[in-house]
């Protein structure tokens, strides 16, 4: 009977196998999803539901890391921040760049299958804080979904890469955007959204996966009107969430509490885990009057996926006024605390505190500052809360404080590995003079923070500037999250690190911005191996086996909120098209140089502008920094200083009035500043420009490959 028993199973394997080869390609169901730990795929964006990003693949090991070579590369038709992780599943790679388009690569060859455009108007950049990337697909029974910048869901066949269903998840006359990778749980297809800076009301959404039919959708706020939505989220909104709000500018702003990134799901819970972002305006005075602690912002939110019922929250940081979210990357692990088993959730948020969670119901096990912070002393066992240093909330006096708004981990992902009980956390340390204010009044579709950020100009003089600029930097912290203390750090020179892979090599993969891959030991933190990627490198590598080769990909390519929100502390860099490269062991392949484009410095022999300088200075610093950098100090956008649109008034006022270069991104800020205001902004830039007249031109990149 037994022989009988097996030799069903057996068969029944055969069939099950014969029947997911029929199926086509990209044909990834629950069963795979959570066998994706054990296995060389790539299923989702953090490998599999638990994202705890390790790889049980070892044929790439501590002892020959050092025989790593280029397998195959590919260059893209995008300049901007490669944040996506990619997905390989069936012998296919799936990887999308920034503007939200998608590829389909041979994961062996490298050869091209297919690639998507969803074709975004240029204008839509605007609306995106931290430039148009894209962090991944989500790969489902045969199809491929992501998420586009101006706020599509599409579902694309995986065999050609055509459109299957889109539906637009976002109201299109708000600035919302995607940016996140989208999860499938249970046939939906759950994604949420960004923008809260410029005055959104957050919520998630999951939508049938085989329709595109909306399923349930939770606001992550309250309605601003105080009526029920006829949502998920009514129930707990009218119980808990309500309460917590008080008369403010949220009701003009929709209150944040953005759903940009993290998700996480525990099957035999069936609880779905989201990271939620901070409010609109950041300042809490502004926000709701400095009143309540304003749920779901900077919270952790346990959903029940089939219908979006809610389970429990726990906020890292009530009542938020600092941009502290807790969209960053949420973990699932057992771990054994204080000789029990425990079923935990870890995440290191921005305020700087690893939290380890009872995921079943919220509780808070342990949290401890996983960086340097300022604005905390510690969190209360008791009732889960932050403890406070005086005039952290700004509200009488500026404060100097650590982190600021990027966080002491921002994005850019963590990774576990479950055989030594480490988690490695790309951190940064990014101080920010918080000043309330008083002046702030909402306006639509520009940033409302209720901070000044003439506050956070950088000094002119020599001395001092070097002085700030040392104390911003970036390191990679294996972390004992039983123990909560760091077991080893590699300090980084640029505080803007990428994200992590742990593998079962005993290695640890991390990128660099100043356009570096390298591999450490995953015990104490030696640099075994490294490969200069010739362009900057933020997103987090991933692995995968085809046949007995295991292969390495990370997307290459600088870019996001760090270039533009601490520059001074970067690499100069030209903008470079961004690429993925592909690695194996005894890998020959060799990528070609980057160009190497110069822009010379313009000659502002004669030219003048009618403009007042301190007037500009302050109108830049409170419409312009975002993008183009404290005191007009450049990014990966268009170094304002060397710009030739510079030289002339008229083109000036073309671009910044009369949205000449609107679909490049460059959206007419008419609506926040007349024609005058733009000439003082140009006078001011002018004097920049003087003052970095003798200095070197953009630097050359580095040749791919080199070691």
Not at 120 to 127: A, C, L, S, T, Y
Not at 215 to 225: E, I, K, L, S
Not at 683 to 702: G, L, Q
């Amino acid at each position: 009977m037994n022989f009988l028993r097996i030799g069903l199973a057996l068969a029944l394997a055969v069939t099950v196998s014969a029947c997911q080869k029929a199926a086509g390609p990209g044909n990834v169901d629950a069963r795979r999803l959570e066998a994706a730990a054990s296995n060389g795929e790539w299923l989702s964006y953090g490998k599999d539901y638990n994202e705890q990003r390790f790889s049980p693949l070892d044929k790439i090991n501590a002892s020959n890391v050092k025989d790593l070579g280029l397998a195959w590369y590919a260059e893209f038709d995008t300049d901007r921040g490669q944040e996506a992780t990619p997905l390989m599943i069936d012998g296919v790679l799936y990887t999308t760049t920034a503007w939200s388009k998608v590829f389909a690569f041979d994961a062996k060859t490298g050869k091209q299958l297919w690639k998507y455009d969803p074709k975004v108007e240029g204008k839509k950049g605007f609306d995106a804080c931290c430039d148009v990337v894209n962090r991944g697909v989500a790969v489902w029974k045969g199809r491929v979904y992501v998420g586009t910048i101006d706020g599509r869901l599409v579902a694309l066949n995986a065999k050609d890469g055509t459109v299957a269903w889109e539906v637009q998840t976002t109201d299109t006359s708000k600035p919302y955007t995607i940016t996140g990778a989208p999860r499938v749980i249970k046939d939906k297809v759950l994604i949420g959204n960004g923008g809260a800076e410029y005055g959104v009301r957050g919520y998630i959404t999951a939508y049938d996966a085989a329709t595109g039919k909306q399923v349930w959708r939770f606001y992550t706020v309250p309605n601003p009107t105080g009526a029920p939505d006829g949502a998920a989220s009514d129930k707990v909104m009218a119980e808990k969430g309500n309460a917590t709000w008080s008369d403010g500018e949220w009701k003009k702003t929709g209150g944040g509490g953005t759903a940009w990134d993290s998700i996480a799901y525990d099957p035999k819970l069936d609880l779905v885990f989201f990271g939620i972002g901070n409010g609109t305006p950041w300042n809490h005075q502004r926000r709701s009057g400095g009143k309540g602690d304003n749920l779901f912002l900077s919270s952790i939110l346990a959903l029940k996926p089939d219908t979006g019922a809610y389970a429990w929250h726990y906020q890292t940081t009530p009542a938020e006024s600092w941009d502290y979210t807790a969209t960053q990357h949420i973990m699932l692990a057992d771990l054994k605390i204080d000789g029990q088993d425990r079923k935990v959730l870890m995440q290191a948020p921005k305020n700087g505190f690893f939290y380890v969670i009872d995921r079943a119901n919220g509780q808070l096990i342990s949290a401890k500052p996983y960086a340097n912070i300022s604005w905390a002393t510690g969190v209360d066992m008791k009732t889960g809360r932050p403890i406070e240093t005086a005039g952290a909330r700004y509200e009488k006096a500026a404060v100097m404080q650590v982190p600021g708004p990027l966080g002491a981990h921002n994005w850019q992902p963590m990774a576990f590995n479950p055989k030594n009980g480490l988690v490695y956390i790309p951190t940064n340390v990014t101080p920010f003079a918080y000043t309330d204010d008083k002046a702030f009044s909402y306006k639509a579709g520009a940033w409302n923070v209720g901070v000044d950020f003439l506050a956070n100009a950088l000094p002119t003089d020599e001395a001092t500037l070097k002085a700030v600029t040392a104390m911003v930097r970036g390191s990679l912290v294996a972390w004992d999250p039983v123990k909560q203390k760091a077991v080893w750090t590699v300090e980084h020179p640029y505080f803007w690190n990428a994200g992590v892979l742990s593998t079962a090599g005993s290695l640890v993969f991390q990128g660099s911005a100043e356009g570096e891959l390298s591999a450490y030991d995953s015990a104490g933190g030696k640099k075994l191996w490294s490969y200069k990627t010739g362009n900057g490198v933020i997103a987090a590598p991933m692995s995968y086996q085809i046949g007995n080769d295991q292969y390495v990909a990370v997307m290459v390519g600088v870019g996001g909120g760090g270039q533009i929100s601490a520059p001074g502390s970067m690499p100069t860099r030209p903008r470079l098209p961004g690429r993925l490269l592909v690695f194996k062991l005894g890998g020959t392949a060799k990528a070609a140089d980057f160009p190497a484009p110069v822009q010379a410095p313009i000659n502002l022999t004669g030219v003048s502008s009618t403009g007042d300088v301190q007037h500009g200075f302050a109108l830049f610093h409170q419409n312009c920094q975002v993008c183009h950098g404290p005191n007009a100090s450049g990014s990966w956008l268009p170094d304002l200083k060397r710009s030739p649109i510079l030289t002339t008034a008229e083109n000036w006022k073309g671009v910044v009035i009369d949205g000449a270069s609107a679909t490049r991104g460059m959206a007419s800020f008419s609506r926040f500043i007349d024609a005058k205001g733009a000439e003082d902004i140009r006078a001011y830039v002018i004097s920049e420009a003087r003052k970095a007249a003798t200095a070197p031109t953009t630097a050359a990149p580095m040749p791919a490959g080199s070691h």
